[in-house]
Every structure is written in structure tokens, then in C-alpha cells.
């Protein structure tokens, strides 16, 4: 059994990108979670007010078919 100080420090070294993110739900979850959130990406520019404003990370108004991954 993992204790919860173990699950901390392995969340701790997932970086995750949200894809599709819009307003950043998924995003403020995981942040919420202890993991980190590089970027989120979605096509509808609207939503990057929101996202912004609500996770303190970048948004990129761009479709996920051109999305070639960080690495």
C-alpha cells in the first residue's frame, strides 16, 4: 500500500498538457491534485480568458491535429 506522502512526491513529477482544455476544468483538477499542467491547447480562442485567468497557465489557441507534444 502507498501511503499518501508516497502518492504525493510520484504526482509530483507528472507533467501533464490539457488537450481540448477549455476553461481549464481538467486542469485546476489535477493542479488541485498536485500535478503539474505545462499548457492547455483548444481551437475555440474564447476560452482563453478564462483558462488563463483560473490556472495561471498558457493557453495556445491552436487545434490538437498540429500539436507535436513537448519532448
Avoid: W
Wanted: charged content about 20%.
Amino acid at each position: 500500500m502507498i501511503s499518501l506522502k508516497q502518492k504525493r512526491k510520484l504526482t509530483q513529477q507528472i507533467v501533464a498538457v490539457d488537450l481540448f482544455c477549455g476553461i481549464g476544468a481538467l486542469t485546476h483538477g489535477l493542479s488541485q491534485a498536485g500535478i503539474e499542467v505545462a499548457a492547455g491547447y483548444d481551437i475555440d480562442e474564447s476560452c482563453r480568458f478564462g483558462y488563463e485567468y483560473n490556472n495561471k497557465v498558457p493557453f495556445y489557441a491552436q487545434s490538437v491535429a498540429n500539436y507535436k507534444g513537448l519532448i
